[in-house]
Nanobody
């Protein structure tokens, strides 16, 4: 019933930009906070950014000033704009619905390489 469809990952050079998208269905959207996480093989999944139902945002220290999370409730979508990308940003990125129950997207690969 609940579906999270992620897109926008790919290969980008250091210093470049990328925009990730996540479209949600089957769950109340506007009333839920949404989050972006990332995971590197061998490491735990970490929170990158969060946006609340009231559009308040929080970011991991490692991405502050470079990443921007946003949402469009009319499209049931959440986005992550990533600027000034670094090698250490390489990871699989996941979106998450933070409601009564948590739901995850399938993940999209972001690779920063020269």
């Amino acid at each position: 019933q609940v579906q999270l469809v992620e897109s926008g990952g790919g290969l980008v050079q250091p210093g470049g930009s990328l925009r990730l998208s996540c479209a949600a269905s089957g769950t109340p959207f506007s009333s839920n906070a949404m989050g972006w996480y990332r995971q590197v093989p061998g490491k735990e999944r970490e929170l990158v950014a969060r946006i609340g139902s009231g559009f308040g945002t929080t970011y991991a220290d490692s991405v502050k000033g470079r990443f921007t999370i946003s949402r469009d409730n009319a499209k049931n979508s959440v986005y992550l704009r990533m600027n000034s990308l670094k090698y250490e940003d390489t990871a699989v990125y996941y979106c998450k619905v933070m409601g009564e129950n948590d739901y995850w997207g399938q993940g999209t690969q972001v690779t920063v390489s020269s």
